[in-house]
Nanobody, 129 residues
Framework: QVQLVESGGGLVQAGESRRLSCAAS????????MGWFRQAPGKEREFVAA????????YYADSVKGRFTISRGNAENTVILQMNSLKSEDTAVYYC??????????????????????WGQGTQVTVSS
């Protein structure tokens, strides 16, 4: 019922910044929590960041705290991932995800991919040293 499209991936040098965006369409009901996962070659898909439907609560993986910021976009049902101080280990395919917001603390449910119902196709981010 929900379709997601990511954009903004590309090649960036270590220490620089990149901005990813994701737009949701379909039957969203105006109450979607949204987030980002990433997957590097040979590794499992891992949680990056999440934000609740109203945009007043966020949660981050330890590996990106202080460097990445997730926020709601200006358009309804959009989400932004601002990535600063990028490292080579950030290289991965980044996936946008969304699901109905249960209005519970994010850390209680957002960490595992199976808790999310909708996924984008992914956008490649490559950080060169």
């Amino acid at each position: 019922q929900v379709q997601l499209v990511e954009s903004g991936g590309g090649l960036v040098q270590a220490g620089e910044s990149r901005r990813l965006s994701c737009a949701a369409s379909g039957r969203t009901f105006g109450s979607l929590a949204m987030g980002w996962f990433r997957q590097a070659p040979g590794k499992e898909r891992e949680f990056v960041a999440a934000i609740n439907w109203s945009g007043d609560s966020t949660y981050y993986a330890d590996s990106v705290k202080g460097r990445f910021t997730i926020s709601r976009g200006n358009a309804e049902n959009t989400v932004i991932l601002q990535m600063n101080s990028l490292k080579s280990e950030d290289t991965a395919v980044y996936y946008c995800t969304a699901d109905h917001d249960p209005e519970l603390p994010l850390r209680l449910w957002v960490l595992t991919p199976t808790e999310w119902g909708s996924w984008g196709q992914g956008t490649q981010v490559t950080v060169s040293s």
